[in-house]
């Protein structure tokens, strides 16, 4: 799958209410709350969301950090190329 972000890209965050699965999403991995990620939600679980990023091979998600806190939903992307993200 092709990424939907890119490095660069400037976004619309909608803190707060509740993600669905297949929502690109800002979230921190409770293993490294350091970490501030954009990835996909895939599903959630027991205290905390599963996500992923769109290019599985090469990125660092839940498979290798765990459940994951949702902070908020992106809505879209307003630089360089506008558009709504699917």
Do not use: C, H
């Not at 209410?17 to 679980?45: C, I, T, W």
Request: net charge positive; hydrophobic share 45%.
């Amino acid at each position: 799958m092709a990424p939907a972000l890119r490095s660069g890209d400037a976004l619309v965050v909608r803190r707060g209410g509740r993600a669905r699965a297949g929502d690109v999403v800002v979230a921190r991995f409770r293993s490294r709350p350091d970490l501030l990620v954009v990835k996909r939600a895939v599903r959630e679980q027991a205290g905390g969301w599963w996500i992923e990023g769109d290019n599985t091979l090469v990125e660092d998600d839940s498979r290798a950090y765990g459940v994951a806190d949702v902070i908020g939903r992106v809505w879209f992307r307003y630089y360089p190329r506008l558009g709504r993200l699917g």
